[in-house]
């Protein structure tokens, strides 16, 4: 997986001299051991104003959908829809939405389960500041002894997540 990092304008891959190769060498694009990367997009990735529809009419006209999903048009389960984005938009962050958010993460990143990337995913929400949501994500691949987990945060007022 090629490592994504966040700069503020959405997420880009990280270019290391000015080579396009796929390793972990001196120069090249940056690799990402890890499933952080899949998980930012399903958080983050997915369409923040409704649902992909599979009636897409007319030709030519921007829809607010993730562009990606045309290829999932008669598959939901494969559609990035973005729980989790849609809850952040939707939701104040406090204390009494915790359970929201960490239910809308998980909902979106329970694709990874059912097809078979991890045995288990879990998120926990935090509220880092004020106007700031962190969420934990714990997965436990096959080929790990120890679960994973790492963490993106909201910040409500600059409408960005910040990878950690």
Known sequence: ????????????????????????????????????????????????EGNTEIDRKPRGVLYPDYWGNVDFLNDETQQFNSEFEKQLAHTPI???????????????????????????????AIIEDVGKLRIDITVKQPSQTEPETFSFVWNETLQKVELL
């Open 1 to 48: 997986m090629i490592e994504m990092q966040e700069t503020l304008d959405g997420g880009d891959y990280c270019l290391i001299g000015d080579s396009i190769l796929l390793d972990r060498r001196d120069d090249g694009i940056l690799l990402d051991n890890s499933i952080k990367t899949i998980c930012y997009i399903l958080l983050f990735g997915g369409n923040l």
């Open 94 to 124: 406090n204390s009494g939405n915790l359970i929201e958010f960490e239910g809308a993460a998980e909902v979106d990143l329970q694709r990874l389960v059912t097809q078979g990337l991890v045995q288990s995913v879990d998120a926990d």
